[in-house]
């Protein structure tokens, strides 16, 4: 009961950290927009794979973290200037695509969905002190037990209840295209839009 437990709240947990529109839910609905929704499919799953190994380093590893005091922080001050490197990738590709749109050309859709799942993901570093805060309050309230298999069962969850949000996501891409068609337009300058934010709040909440 309790390895069930801990696995729900996992699930609970993914779907609480990708239900809000972000950079890699709305990066799933622009790859079903482009490319359709089965390698869409894919490129959810990759998200949510990297999401697990995160949850992984999070929630197992977490006296390592606590007692590396260096490695939380140092994750948090990388998170910066690699926001804001992709802010400036996502808005140079806005304006291609902009360009591709008024030249009437369509740009090729290069490498392998679920890889490119994985890649997107992995740029989102801040999950892994997020997750880990998450766990800990999770454990602190008797939510999630301190024991491994519980913190093992709650990975697998996590993954799912991500992969679930990502899927749910890319069904409602053409809806969301049609009734948002100014939004999945720009979706390149609102996910560039989010990185700046990102960098900006970490920046505040570091120095």
Do not use: C
Not at 36 to 63: N, P
Not at 116 to 130: C, D
Not at 179 to 187: G, M, P, S, V
């Amino acid at each position: 009961m309790e390895l069930l437990t801990a696995f729900l709240v996992g699930v609970g947990t993914g779907v609480f950290i990708t239900w809000f529109p972000g950079m890699l839910n709305m990066q799933a609905v622009a790859t079903a927009v482009r490319v359709g929704r089965k390698r869409a499919y894919l490129f959810s799953a990759g998200m949510a794979l990297v999401i697990g190994g995160q949850t992984i380093l999070a929630v197992l590893f977490a006296d390592v973290l606590t007692g590396t005091p260096f490695i939380l922080p140092a994750i948090k001050s990388w998170a910066v200037p690699l926001f804001l490197i992709l802010a400036l990738v996502f808005v140079r590709k806005g304006h291609r695509a902009r360009k591709a749109r008024k030249a009437e050309v369509e740009r090729p859709y290069k490498g392998g969905p679920f890889w490119r799942g994985i890649m997107m993901s992995m740029m989102n570093v801040l999950n892994i002190p997020f997750i880990f805060a998450l766990a800990g309050f999770l454990i602190s309230v008797g939510y999630l037990s301190r024991s491994f298999f519980s913190r093992l069962a709650f990975v697998p969850g996590t993954t799912l209840g991500a992969l679930l949000v990502f899927l749910l996501y890319v069904r409602l891409s053409g809806w969301i295209s049609r009734n948002l068609a100014l939004f999945t337009r720009n979706i390149n300058f609102f996910i560039g839009g989010l990185f700046a934010v990102l960098a900006l709040v970490q920046a505040v909440r570091i120095y």
